[in-house]
T-cell receptor
Framework: DSGVTQTPKHLITATGQRVTLRCSPR?????VYWYQQSLDQGLQFLIQ???????AKGNILERFSAQQFPDLHSELNLSSLELGDSALYFC??????????????FGEGSWLTVV | DQQVKQNSPSLSVQEGRISILNCDYT??????FLWYKKYPAEGPTFLIS?????DKNEDGRFTVFLNKSAKHLSLHIVPSQPGDSAVYFC????????????FGQGTRLTINP
């Protein structure tokens, strides 16, 4: 158990819909990262928040957005869903903003299926 | 642009033998490298890391080697055990960069009894 909690674990929704994925980081961790893993892709970095502020942005679509709340939990919002958005979405957390010499810990992922 | 590449999608090794997983990178600014292991239906778990100031880091059965001139790192597992069967991801980061780990595509390791 990494200490990172993600909900829901599984989600099936229709194209055009909107979903919200939730992540609670490990106790004391200020950084939250979101990653997407599709069937034919490795882990793709989407976005990082540190202590409530956006820190780094990766290959995140404009239809996707995220935020980190004062209690440090984070939500990833996916809208106007397309079939290609079906993937495993991972949240990870770490104690510092910098990754150098730091380790990030992953949650178990939220499996999104768009039909 | 795939900055971190794991060219072998899968690897099969006999129990007790050495498993060698390879990873190549293109960005010479990367200075910190990690290996993650992932079982089905679970999130990736940290395995071992290495800073660019070193060329080897060892932790029990796991050793990571870094060849900066070749932009290549490898993970050695010896002896391989059935529980090592999983997908292994290498990842890289650099201090002055955007602070985001860049992952390879993963290599599925299967340990045969």
């Amino acid at each position: 158990d990494s200490g990172v909690t993600q909900t829901p674990k599984h989600l099936i929704t229709a194209t055009g819909q909107r979903v919200t994925l939730r992540c609670s980081p490990r106790s004391g961790d200020l950084s939250v990262y979101w990653y997407q893993q599709s069937l034919d892709q490795g882990l793709q970095f989407l976005i990082q928040y540190y202590n409530g502020e956006e820190r780094a942005k990766g290959n995140i679509l404009e239809r996707f957005s995220a935020q980190q709340f004062p209690d440090l939990h984070s939500e990833l919002n996916l809208s106007s869903l397309e079939l290609g958005d079906s993937a495993l979405y991972f949240c990870a957390s770490s104690s510092r903003a910098s990754l150098s010499g730091n380790t990030i810990y992953f949650g178990e992922g939220s499996w999104l299926t768009v039909v | 642009d795939q900055q971190v590449k794991q060219n072998s999608p899968s690897l099969s090794v006999q129990e007790g033998r050495i498993s060698i997983l390879n990873c190549d990178y293109t960005n010479s600014m990367f200075d910190y490298f990690l290996w993650y292991k992932k079982y089905p239906a679970e999130g990736p778990t940290f395995l071992i890391s290495i800073s660019s100031i070193k060329d080897k880091n060892e932790d029990g059965r796991f050793t990571v080697f870094l060849n900066k001139s070749a932009k290549h790192l490898s993970l050695h597992i010896v002896p391989s055990q059935p529980g090592d069967s999983a997908v292994y991801f290498c990842a890289a980061n650099w201090v002055q960069g955007a602070q985001k780990l860049v992952f390879g595509q993963g290599t599925r390791l299967t340990i045969n009894p």
